[in-house]
């Protein structure tokens, strides 16, 4: 079982830098969204205990933030 867990931070982790190495062209806002989803989704996924919807709804909300953080910012 903790192989599985191993291959499976390993590939979330890869797919991460894949995504993030996209971003180059995108604006503040858009990058400050991006940073709050992916926090807020390890921030969800800890307090639910790895819950699909804590997940989501960590997500969800963390882009929220991130979206009006960015929006101030120029």
Same mark, same amino acid.
């Given at each position: 079982?903790?192989? /599985? !867990?191993?291959? =499976?931070?390993?590939?979330?982790?890869? *797919?991460?830098?894949?995504? &993030?190495? %996209?971003? @180059?062209?995108?604006?503040?806002?858009? /990058? !400050?969204?991006? =940073?709050?989803?992916?926090?807020?989704? *390890?921030?969800?996924?800890? &307090?639910? %205990?790895? @819950?699909?919807?804590?997940?989501?709804?960590?997500?969800?909300?963390?882009?929220?933030?991130?979206?009006?953080?960015?929006?101030?910012?120029?």
């Amino acid at each position: 079982m903790k192989a /599985k !867990n191993k291959v =499976t931070q390993v590939i979330a982790t890869s *797919v991460l830098i894949v995504c &993030l190495s %996209g971003c @180059s062209s995108m604006s503040t806002r858009d /990058k !400050n969204t991006i =940073t709050g989803a992916g926090i807020g989704a *390890v921030a969800g996924a800890v &307090l639910t %205990g790895g @819950s699909g919807i804590g997940t989501a709804g960590g997500a969800a909300v963390g882009g929220v933030i991130g979206n009006q953080i960015g929006k101030h910012k120029k």
